[in-house]
T-cell receptor
């Protein structure tokens, strides 16, 4: 089944404790991205990657890192999480080209205490 | 980035058609119009997209105004499963990361 998977789905952590949220897609998509969703703010893009070893900042990159060493994986790293990073996170992927649909993962709900 | 404007909420009855409007008066000539929806506790899901011509697929139809400044997502027979937040989005150029800028969308309620 074609899909985007994220792990973990739920995470409660404390300020400053490094964490990684994994994202994997099995559709051979070139493009992957991370979004966060907050009430009243909609979905905002954090980082995106147009292919292996090519990443760039989205609208709200502060406090996050990403890497794209393989085509299928695009982990989101929070080196020193803070409470303002408490949010619902979505990974997405698609084929390159503006007309192509984006596939979203199921989401990771992160709480930073 | 070109912005879209949608009503905050709409209501429909089951088995009836639903027309969800979207205004995008500052759309550029190369922007695709995308619609996504988000069911409760799920990630956004692609519905349909178009550039200039009206489009149909198994989920919905997309009617695009001739001047492209507005569009309408049409669900031909709403079901309870269609209750979701619907987002109208303009795709920015590939060189800008091609991100989807989601606003608050339209919360669709479907009454039995």
């Amino acid at each position: 089944e074609a899909q985007v998977t994220q792990n973990p789905r739920y995470l409660i952590t404390v300020t400053g404790k490094k964490l990684t949220v994994t994202c994997s897609q099995n559709m051979n998509h070139e493009y992957m991205s991370w979004y966060r969703q907050d009430p009243g703010l909609g979905l905002r893009q954090i980082y995106y990657s147009m292919n292996v070893e090519v990443t760039d900042k989205g609208d709200v990159p502060e406090g996050y890192k990403v890497s794209r060493k393989e085509k299928r994986n695009f982990p989101l790293i929070l080196e020193s999480p803070s409470p303002n990073q408490t949010s619902l996170y979505f990974c997405a992927s698609r084929l390159s080209g503006r007309g192509n649909e984006q596939f979203f993962g199921p989401g990771t709900r992160l709480t930073v205490l | 980035d070109a912005k879209t404007t949608q009503p905050n909420s709409m209501e429909s009855n089951e088995e009836e058609p639903v027309h969800l409007p979207c205004n995008h008066s500052t759309i550029s000539g190369t922007d695709y119009i995308h619609w996504y929806r988000q069911l409760p506790s799920q990630g956004p899901e692609y519905v349909i997209h178009g550039l200039t011509s009206n489009v149909n697929n198994r989920m919905a139809s997309l009617a695009i105004a001739e001047d492209r400044k507005s569009s309408t997502l049409i669900l031909h027979r709403a079901t309870l499963r269609d209750a979701a937040v619907y987002y109208c989005i303009l795709r920015v150029p590939e060189t800008s990361g091609s991100r989807l800028t989601f606003g608050e969308g339209t919360q669709l309620t479907v009454n039995p």
